[in-house]
């Protein structure tokens, strides 16, 4: 699984739950919240298919076409803002 912007989520479990976690915590050494997202993704399929994401790519192509400067000076652009300028004074 593949995530790169994670939610922290409070959840409440009884002791047996919490039991169950942390024997297969020890047992697999993965984390509580690893455990718990292994879960989740197998009970609920929170993950995209191939075609989900071929349908995303097609959709996206094309919409950069009038997009006339290069990724290196837009780039430079935000690496020289007044971002930096405001740190200075």
């Known amino acids: 699984?593949?995530?790169?912007?994670?939610?922290?989520?409070?959840?409440?479990l009884t002791t047996e739950e919490r039991r169950a976690l942390d024997s297969e915590s020890?047992?697999?050494?993965?984390?509580l919240s690893a455990l718990i997202r292994d879960a989740v993704e197998a009970m609920y399929g929170t993950s995209r298919s191939s075609a989900e994401d071929l349908d995303l790519m097609r959709q996206s192509f094309g919409s950069w076409i009038d997009f006339n400067e290069e990724g290196a000076s837009?780039?430079?652009?935000?690496?020289?803002?007044s971002r930096f300028t405001r740190s200075e004074q």
Do not use: N, P
Not at 1 to 12: A, D, F, G, P
Not at 26 to 31: E, F, L, V
Not at 74 to 81: A, D, I, T, Y
């Open 74 to 81: 837009v780039v430079e652009k935000l690496r020289s803002g």
């Open 1 to 12: 699984m593949c995530t790169y912007i994670m939610q922290r989520t409070q959840i409440s």
């Open 26 to 31: 020890a047992r697999t050494g993965k984390s």
